[in-house]
Structures are given as C-alpha cells and as structure tokens.
C-alpha cells in the first residue's frame, strides 16, 4: 500500500542522522527542508541534527559560483558538475536567492535546465528558499552544506542568483569565489563592481569558442590588468584568470584543477600553528557566529511589543525632523530593555 506524501512518517533525529550519514537522497532532501524551516520546534530538532552532523562535515570543496546575466552560469555548473561527478566525485549544487520570494527566481528554471546533473546519480541540486531575506536564505544554505558535507559530498557548489550583498555573503562561506564572465568585457568590465572583483578568486571568461575566442583572450588581458590593480582576496592566492567554454566543455578541466591548487596553495601556507586554508574555515565560522547573533537579536527586536508601539511614532518623528535617528535609537533601544 502507497502511503500519500502528506501523512509521510515524522522523523527523529536519529532517523536523520542515520539517513544523513547512509547517503540517503529523501533522507538528505527532508533534513535540508529541516533547516530551512522558521517554525521554532523545527528550529531546535535542526540544530540538534546540525550538531550531530557537524563532525561528519567539513572535507568537500566549498566553490561559490557567480555572473553577470547571460553568462551560462547553470551551463557552466552542469558541464563542471558533470565533469567532476566523471572523476567519481559526488557533487551537491546549493543556491543563495533572495530575490526568488519576489521575482520568482530563476535557480527552478536553472535545475530544470541541468537535465544531466539532474539525473545524474552522484549529483544533488537543491533551489534556495522560495522566499526570505539574505540573511534567512544564507543561513538555510550554510546549514544544508554541514547536511551534504556530512551525506559524503565531496564538492559543493554555492551558486548565487541575487545582486550585491549575496555574493559577498557567498564569498563568506565557501573556499575558493569564482566569477563567470562573457568575452568582451569593455572597459566597464561589464557592469561587474569593483568589490565583486576584489573577493574574486577565479575570473572565467565563459563562451570562448568560435568567434568569440579572440575576444575571449582580450577580456582575459583585461581583467588580469583590472586585478593587478586590485587588493587581493586572499593574501596567500593571487586570483587568476581562465577561459572556458562551457557548451564545448573546453577548458573544464583546467578550472576545477586551479580550484585544487587553491586549496593546496592554502593547505601549505602557515598562519602560526595552522594552515591558511584551517584558518580561513575557523575565520568564516566565527563571523557566521555574530551574523547569527545579530540576526537573532534584530528579529527578537522587531517582535517586541513595547518596540513596536514606539516605532511608529518614532519614525514620523525622524521623518519630520523633531527627532534624530540617533535619539530615536535610543529610546527603541530603551524599550526593547537594552541601555541604561
């Protein structure tokens, strides 16, 4: 007899720990949904399962992928992801979105067009959240890379949809930030910021095939001249800069094996009694750790009552000019108990 998807049997923690640790996709797909949950006895039963799990994490490849629109980013993660699961690697693709409870995103339409490493028995594509702020789809993305790390995936790719903040926050929390970009890039390095490039530590230059390769090579030149000018992300890596095409799959090879000369050129770097690469790991912990803190005691802040019943008035007040942001601070600061 079927049982109907809706009256599924409730696991326990030790349910998914064990399914977790055996490898199990449904197993690894609902422990993901786990984390991804607001719901406070949600909240408690993941960080129970997290805990657990955490010993079992931490040896994948963590590569956040970003790109200006039209660059092939989901090509690119299929043909790399492809390309790795060949070598016998499994390999779990994440998303950080925040647009996507909006606009509707375009990481769904992106795993539907990854027919092959959708398909494919070592892989695991996940969406992000359908909806949230950075801050709740960063957290959701973290917690499922500790679920897939510790399911035995050896790579993970972050792929980030959104603008601006969210590749920063990708950045945070992987080893080595990769950015795609298309031939010809011009002298506005196509819209690309400056502090994108600044955490970049791996340019691609995607679609460097027919026609497009000579353009390839010149906005390869750019961007090596942009990046010499540009502090680096990592004092112990000087970004590099690669051609690909994805379609042909030309090139893949060549940019997951920087990826491992990244890792090994950190692994041998010291930083007193570590490693660079431990370091960087510990360093992204201790930051999530406050990010953590600070989301926590925001959400905390804007659910108080006696908050809440100030705010309003005191907005109208810094709007007109009666008051200063920094006195209206004080006195929701007041409210929500903190201050003297």
Not at 53 to 72: C, E
Not at 198 to 217: F, H, P, Q, S, W
Not at 271 to 283: E, H, L
Not at 323 to 331: C, H, I, K, Q, S
Request: proline share 4%.
């Amino acid at each position: 007899m079927t049982t109907h998807p809706s009256k599924r049997r409730t696991l326990s923690v030790d349910d998914y720990v064990a399914g977790v640790r055996a490898g199990d996709r449904a197993t690894v797909a609902r422990a993901i949904t786990l984390v991804e949950s607001r719901k406070a006895e949600h909240r408690d039963r993941a960080q129970e399962m997290l805990v657990r799990l955490l010993p079992h994490a931490g040896a994948a490849h963590r590569v956040g992928i970003t790109g200006v629109p039209g660059v092939g980013k989901s090509t690119f993660i299929e043909a790399l992801g492809t390309h790795l699961t060949g070598q016998g690697k499994r390999v779990a693709v994440l998303a950080v979105d925040p647009t996507s409870g909006r606009s509707g995103g375009s990481i769904l339409g992106d795993k539907t067009r990854m027919t092959a490493l959708g398909q494919d028995p070592r892989a695991f594509i996940r969406p992000s959240p359908s909806a949230g702020t950075l801050g709740g789809v960063a957290r959701a993305t973290r917690e499922s890379m500790v679920v897939v790390e510790a399911a035995g995936y050896d790579v993970v790719l972050v792929e980030t949809v959104g603008v601006g903040q969210s590749e920063v926050t990708v950045a945070e929390m992987v080893d080595l930030f990769l950015v795609l970009m298309l031939p010809g890039a011009g002298d506005e390095l196509q819209g690309i910021k400056k502090g994108i490039l600044e955490i970049a530590d791996l340019l691609v230059v995607n679609k460097a095939d027919g026609d497009n390769r000579e353009r390839a090579m010149k906005a390869m030149r750019e961007y090596k001249s942009a990046l010499h000018i540009l502090q680096p992300a990592d004092p112990h890596w000087t970004a590099r800069v690669l051609a690909c095409s994805a379609l042909s799959r030309q090139g893949i090879d060549q940019v997951w094996e920087t990826v491992e000369e990244h890792r090994r050129a950190l692994e041998m770097a010291r930083i007193g009694d570590t490693d660079a690469f431990a370091a960087k790991r510990a360093g992204q912990q201790v930051r999530w750790m406050w990010a953590m803190v600070r989301d926590r005691l925001m959400a905390a802040l804007e659910r108080s009552p006696a908050v809440r019943a100030e705010a309003g008035a005191l907005e109208a007040a810094v709007a007109t000019g009666e008051t200063t942001p920094a006195l209206a601070a004080e006195r929701l600061l007041k409210a929500f108990g903190v201050g003297e």
